[in-house]
């Protein structure tokens, strides 16, 4: 698992851990540790823990009046 996530840096991701999902891009994996920051928030999550990973589909905020084109 550690070597996955490591391929995954500067990734936003959404972690499963137990009943909680995390969400944040991906900083660095230390020793079990992966951490993630959100809106300038690091959270350190123990890879022990986590049981599904996958590359965040939330959509940034784009200028109002306009609709994304689906490209």
């Known amino acids: ?4 996530l490591e391929t995954l840096v500067g990734k936003d ?3 499963q851990c137990d009943g909680a999902v995390i ?3 991906v900083i660095k994996v230390e020793g079990n ?3 993630l920051e959100k809106e300038e928030t690091i959270c350190y999550v123990n890879i022990d ?3 599904a990973v996958w ?3 939330e959509r940034k905020a784009q200028s109002p009046g306009f ?3 689906g490209k």
């Not at 698992?1 to 996955?4: E, G, S, Y």
Request: charged share 25%; hydrophobic share 40%; glycine share 4%.
């Open 33 to 35: 540790v992966l951490q």
């Open 23 to 25: 969400s944040g891009k």
């Open 67 to 69: 609709l994304p084109t």
């Open 13 to 15: 991701l959404d972690v």
């Open 49 to 51: 823990k986590v049981v």
């Open 55 to 57: 590359e965040s589909r």
């Open 1 to 4: 698992m550690r070597n996955f």
